[in-house]
């Protein structure tokens, strides 16, 4: 079963080599990882993957090959002695709850009950105790209370006993090595140049070359100058996680376009709004911040500054101190938003929404305002007006 596993992850281009599997192999079989699926994923992270910048391909191939029931049992078939499991299991019980634990007959039985009720079951159900659904205390489902069971389709735990938790939601940084679907994303990009020689003199000028020998008598007289590079300076901000979700291709394609038609390019990512700091590493974005203070001393005004996002959250997360949804923001996103538009002379928004879903009002309404209307869709004629009001 993990040779499979190891080429799903193989499949989600991560490039781990078969010397690295068989060190996750031999992990497993010291017990450096047993019983517990988070620590087998974080085992077999570390094991087959050697760059971060591949923890998101990862985590998609390890939820695409573990999603399902089965794929859990077999896991835990191979893997898991069943005495242990159950040891392992009643550590995070109260004494209240392992007098509980025997009215399924146990984690084997809770297993084989779930697979029975999901060949019985035909349609949806909520409360009660026995059938999978929400709330209640069936063993099985979401928003509920059992002491064992399985959490289903529910995005976060309630009380923290549920022998199996499917999804865990990270926030992922943008791939840059992605190819584009999108050639038309580098062409809309181009209009924002200017091109320069800087740097050392280390390319050929052959039209000087050939003037300067004419000129000597033909003995030759080799003319050089520095790399000719597109100039502008570009600083990009990226909201990540949430309702930006649905958006991440697009997301990773411009950021990838960006990365090659830009020498002088800086990026951050943010989450809803901008506050008083923002990060370049999602895996430690609490405690490796850049200040948004710095940002305004260290980058000049002429970079050109595009914000990325949906811009849709609560009105307060952009106008009142307290706002923000992950952290105590002392003053509200509005004010550094406005700060970061006083600072850089050209800045823009592009936003992956439709622009028939924008409307005057709410959180839109808002950043538009902030922005002075310079907010454009994430397609390619959104991308063509942006590039121009940064050229203007």
């Not at 392992?98 to 009720?117: C, H, M, N």
């Not at 004419?214 to 003995?219: K, S």
Request: charged fraction near 30%; hydrophobic fraction near 40%; proline fraction near 3%.
């Amino acid at each position: 079963m993990l040779i499979d596993f190891f080429l799903e992850v193989r499949r989600a281009k991560v490039p781990a080599s078969l010397r690295e599997f068989l060190d996750l192999l031999e992990a497993l079989q010291k017990r450096l990882a047993f019983a517990d699926m988070e620590e087998f994923y974080y085992l077999s992270r570390l094991c087959l993957v050697k760059d971060e910048r591949h923890f998101d391909k990862f985590d998609r191939a390890f939820k695409s090959y573990f999603e399902g029931i089965e794929n859990i049992d077999d896991l835990m078939e191979m893997l898991i002695p069943d005495d242990w499991l159950r040891a392992e299991f009643e550590k995070h019980l109260s004494e209240e709850d392992k007098a509980k634990i025997d009215s399924l007959g146990g984690l084997e039985e809770l297993i084989e009950t779930f697979k029975k009720r999901m060949e019985e079951q035909d349609e949806r159900h909520a409360g009660g105790n026995k059938w999978i659904g929400t709330g209640g205390t069936s063993p099985f489902g979401a928003n509920g209370y059992n002491p064992e069971g399985f959490r289903i389709g529910q995005k976060n735990g309630r009380h923290g006993r549920a022998v199996k938790v499917w999804e865990k939601r990270e926030f992922k940084d943008l791939d840059d090595s992605i190819t584009l679907g999108i050639r038309n994303i580098k062409v809309a990009l181009r209009r924002l140049r200017k091109f320069a020689r800087q740097g050392a003199a280390d390319q050929l000028d052959m039209d000087d070359t050939i003037r300067s020998t004419a000129r000597n008598a033909g003995y030759l007289d080799l003319k050089m100058v520095p790399e000719r590079h597109n100039a502008v300076k570009v600083l990009i901000f990226f909201d990540v996680g949430g309702s930006m979700d649905p958006h991440v291709r697009v997301c990773e394609e411009l950021f990838s376009a960006a990365r090659l038609e830009f020498k002088h390019m800086e990026y951050f990512y943010f989450h809803n709004f901008i506050y008083e700091s923002v990060w370049t590493n999602n895996i430690r974005r609490m405690n490796e911040t850049t200040s948004t203070w710095d940002i305004l001393h260290k980058y000049t005004p002429d970079y050109k500054v595009i914000f990325v996002g949906d811009a849709t959250m609560a009105p307060y997360e952009i106008s009142h101190p307290g706002g923000s949804i992950e952290h105590w923001n002392e003053e509200a996103g509005a004010t550094w938003f406005q700060r970061v538009s006083d600072h850089f002379r050209k800045v823009v928004w592009l936003n992956p929404l439709p622009e028939s879903y924008w409307g005057t009002g709410g959180s839109l309404g808002m950043t538009r305002q902030l922005v002075n209307d310079h907010m454009y869709p994430l397609t390619i004629d959104g991308l063509e007006s942006a590039m121009k009001q940064l050229t203007k």
